[in-house]
T-cell receptor, first 112, second 112 residues
Framework: KAGVTQTPRYLIKTRGQQVTLSCSPI?????VSWYQQTPGQGLQFLFE???????NKGNFPGRFSGRQFSNSRSEMNVSTLELGDSALYLC???????????FGSGTRLTVV | AQSVAQPEDQVNVAEGNPLTVKCTYS??????LFWYVQYPNRGLQFLLK??????LVKGSYGFEAEFNKSQTSFHLKKPSALVSDSALYFC??????????FGPGTSLSVIP
C-alpha cells in the first residue's frame, strides 16, 4: 500500500514569503502529525490533527498553521518566512491511538 | 511535563557485537514508548513500540527493547550489529491523546 506522501520534496523560499506543504496519509489513517527537524533543535512537534480537528499543538508561533481535510490529507502553512524556518518538515500518520506512526520522507525547506 | 533523554549522542560498536542505545523518559501516567530509525535525508521508520504487557518488545530488523518501569528506561538492543544498522535512532514517548515527544537522537556507527 502507498506510504505517507509529502509534497514537494524540496523548496526554496525567500524571507517574508509564505509556504504551504502537503501531506497525504496512508489510506485509512485519520491522525496526521507534523514535525520540524533541525540539527540544533532536533525533532519538534508542530501539531496533530484527527478527523479534521487539531488535537495537539506544539510551541511554535502563530505563523505556523495547519489543517486537515475530510479525506485526511493535511496541509501546513508558514507565513512570513524567517531564515530559522529552514528545516526538514516531516509528516506522520497513525491508524489509532497507541499505534506507531508512519513518516513521510519530508519536505526540505530552505529560506534564503 | 513529558520528556525523553538519550544520554549518548554517539554510539560506536564493532560489526557482530551487541549494541545498546539508551533511552530514559519522564511522564505522568502510563507511557506509550517507541523507537524510530532515520537514514540520511529520509523520514523516520518505525522499529517497535511498548504499550502494555511483556517488558521485552521485539521489532523490525532484529531489534528489541526492554521496558523498565522502575528505572523509567526503554533501551534499544540488538544481539549482533550490522554495518547497515548505522543510522540515527530516536526514542519517543506519549501518553493517551497527548503529543509524541522525541528524544534528541543517538547516532549509531557500526564499524566493519
Amino acid at each position: 500500500k502507498a506510504g505517507v506522501t509529502q509534497t514537494p520534496r524540496y523548496l526554496i523560499k525567500t524571507r517574508g514569503q509564505q509556504v504551504t506543504l502537503s501531506c497525504s496519509p496512508i489510506s485509512g489513517h485519520r491522525s496526521v502529525s507534523w514535525y520540524q527537524q533541525t540539527p540544533g533543535q532536533g525533532l519538534q512537534f508542530l501539531f496533530e490533527y484527527f478527523s479534521e480537528t487539531q488535537r495537539n499543538k506544539g510551541n511554535f508561533p502563530g505563523r505556523f498553521s495547519g489543517r486537515q481535510f475530510s479525506n485526511s490529507r493535511s496541509e501546513m502553512n508558514v507565513s512570513t518566512l524567517e531564515l530559522g524556518d529552514s528545516a526538514l518538515y516531516l509528516c506522520a500518520s497513525s491508524l489509532a491511538e497507541g499505534s506507531g506512526y508512519t513518516f513521510g520522507s519530508g519536505t526540505r525547506l530552505t529560506v534564503v | 511535563a513529558q520528556s525523553v533523554a538519550q544520554p549518548e549522542d554517539q554510539v560506536n560498536v564493532a560489526e557482530g557485537n551487541p549494541l545498546t542505545v539508551k533511552c530514559t523518559y519522564s511522564v505522568s501516567g502510563n507511557p506509550y514508548l517507541f523507537w524510530y530509525v532515520q537514514y540520511p535525508n529520509r523520514g523516520l521508520q518505525f522499529l517497535l513500540k511498548y504499550i502494555t504487557g511483556d517488558n521485552l518488545v521485539k521489532g523490525s530488523y532484529g531489534f528489541e527493547a526492554e521496558f523498565n518501569k522502575s528505572q523509567t528506561s526503554f533501551h534499544l538492543k540488538k544481539p549482533s550489529a550490522l554495518v547497515s544498522d548505522s543510522a540515527l535512532y530516536f526514542c519517543a514517548v506519549k501518553t493517551s491523546y497527548d503529543k509524541v515527544i522525541f528524544g534528541p537522537g543517538t547516532s549509531l556507527s557500526v564499524i566493519p
